[in-house]
């Protein structure tokens, strides 16, 4: 989340609309989100929490349209609410999107047709495209690919959950047992 409002105001953008899921993620998001807005010296408008079902956002683009704000952060980890992109897109509002969970987790940007994503920034360790730049991601990619699973996209999820069981792995080496 921080990345992505420094991001903000380097780009000299003061005011975001939060939309976000309703529930504990959502809601955990939005703390930081106002912890980082204070130190950083942005202004939220308006924060929103949505069901986790939904897949009709009239009313909140209607009040972003309202708000005006410079930009939006939202989330949506649910496949319902990743309707939310092709129904931005077509509002035709110039507003940048901000994203902590789309795109990179999800990989919105090999599934969906432009400009559903236009003008929309995310920051994520990993992503599958990394392999066009860097031996070693090529490498980790191929793998994922050969082991035979059902694979549509190598997400940050496959790559953080590698790294975490060899950091564990040499965690118990270090330590002489596998015991907690």
């Known amino acids: 989340i921080y990345p992505l409002m420094q991001q903000m105001v380097d780009m000299g953008l003061k005011k975001v609309y939060v939309l976000f899921p309703d529930y504990n993620y959502g809601h955990i998001c939005a703390q930081w989100v106002e912890r980082y807005a204070d130190e950083l010296g942005l202004e939220l408008v308006a924060e929103e929490f949505e069901?986790?079902?939904v897949s009709e956002f009239s009313g909140s683009i209607s009040k972003i349209?309202?708000?005006d704000p410079?930009?939006?952060f939202v989330s949506f980890p649910s496949?319902?609410?990743r309707s939310f992109w092709e129904q931005w897109a077509a509002t035709g509002l110039d507003i940048p999107a901000f994203t902590a969970t789309n795109i990179s987790?999800?990989?919105e940007h090999v599934q969906m047709?432009?400009?559903a994503l236009a003008d929309t920034y995310t920051c994520s360790v990993w992503m599958e495209e990394f392999k066009d730049k860097n031996e070693a991601c090529k490498e980790f990619v191929d793998k994922i690919y050969a082991s035979g699973d059902n694979v549509d996209y190598v997400s940050h999820n496959y790559y953080m959950?590698?790294?975490a069981i060899y950091l564990w792995a040499a965690a118990a080496e270090?330590?002489?047992s596998a015991e907690p």
């Open 65 to 67: 349209r309202e708000l």
């Open 70 to 72: 410079d930009c939006i």
């Open 79 to 81: 496949s319902p609410m």
């Open 161 to 163: 959950s590698y790294q």
């Open 51 to 53: 069901p986790i079902s």
């Open 113 to 115: 047709k432009a400009p």
């Open 174 to 176: 270090k330590a002489g």
């Open 105 to 107: 987790g999800y990989y």
